[in-house]
């Protein structure tokens, strides 16, 4: 018998009151992969992590995390979250919630704690430890929560925007931190709106929208499967790109437009039939533009900002 995947989500489905924010959503991922959930903001990818730690009762479907109940495998330790909102306990300092996270761990019989220095290390918290809890700036406060995440050295890590408020430097020692995890073997699932993070960490692209899966395969797969190339040039702000041939999204970034296009030669004709394109670019599709045509009702988007 293989071994039983990380996760394994069918059917799910969530409702709050009459909104449905997870659609009889599918989702298995073996072991040992390292999984990026995009969507534009409400598209349901926290509900679904929310689901996955048990702290939501479905309408609908089933999930098993390591061959267990959500519940069990979070009391088992199998599991390590980093929240969107994970609240630190105020008026201490972070050593000291460390050292209460690894004794509460160790009481509840988890398989065995991730050694401390090394722990440390891993979430780059070396110099941190006796810093009071309130003065952490954002992005220390996500590498605390992350060593926490780690204490009992979980088979399954589920991150939701864990790099959120990360300057660029702290996001690459993140990601490096990360590739180590999956190198040892840990399942890593993340939620994010860095697509660049995305394409350059995740094994296996995962696209939710309307709380169903609408993409599903590795980043290169899915630039692929938009097919299309992505036209950038100047224009004058404001100006609708909608209706050119084969225009399948639009995105500004100051006076620069880029169109993502399934069919780049008639799109350049009409553009070009109208006047110069001054600051031309043609090139292949990036992981945004190939999401951004998957979410077909945004079409007028600002670039890095598909929320
Ligand atoms: N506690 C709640 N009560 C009511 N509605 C909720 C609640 N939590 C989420 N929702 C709704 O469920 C839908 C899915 O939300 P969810 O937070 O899962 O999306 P998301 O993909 O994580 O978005 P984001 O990128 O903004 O974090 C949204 O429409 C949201 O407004």
Request: charged content about 20%.
């Amino acid at each position: 018998m293989p071994p039983a995947p990380a996760l394994e989500i069918r059917g799910l489905t969530v409702r709050y009151g009459d909104a449905v924010a997870v659609d009889d959503l599918d989702l298995t991922i073996p072991r040992g992969q390292t999984v990026a959930l995009l969507g534009p903001n409400g598209a349901g990818k926290s509900t679904t992590v929310n689901a996955v730690l048990g702290l939501l009762n479905p309408a609908a479907g089933d999930v098993r995390v390591l061959d267990r109940s959500p519940r069990d495998a979070v009391r088992a330790g199998s599991v390590g979250a980093m929240l969107q909102h994970g609240g630190l306990p105020s008026e201490t300092r972070v050593g000291e919630v460390l050292h209460l996270v690894r004794r509460s761990f160790g009481r509840a019989g988890g398989d065995g704690t991730w050694p401390l220095a090394d722990l440390v290390a891993t979430a780059g918290i070396d110099g941190l430890l006796d810093r009071p809890v309130d003065a952490l700036s954002g992005g220390q406060r996500q590498r605390v929560l992350l060593a926490l995440a780690l204490v009992g050295a979980p088979p399954l890590l589920l991150l939701d925007e864990p790099t959120s408020a990360m300057d660029v430097e702290a996001r690459r020692a993140f990601w490096t931190t990360m590739r180590g995890l999956a190198g040892r073997g840990h399942t890593v699932v993340f939620a994010t709106h860095h697509l660049d993070e995305a394409d350059a960490v995740a094994d296996r692209v995962v696209v939710v929208a309307g709380g169903r899966v609408v993409a599903d395969g590795t980043a290169a797969e899915i630039k692929a499967g938009a097919g299309g190339r992505t036209v950038s040039f100047t224009a004058a702000p404001g100006r609708r790109f909608d209706d050119v041939p084969g225009v399948t999204a639009v995105a500004w970034q100051g006076s620069t437009v880029r169109l993502a296009t399934t069919d780049a030669d008639a799109t350049l004709r009409t553009l070009l039939a109208d006047g110069g394109l001054p600051d031309l670019e043609v090139r292949g599709a990036s992981l945004e533009d190939a999401v951004l045509s998957l979410l077909p009702a945004r079409r007028q988007t600002t670039i890095g900002a598909i929320r």
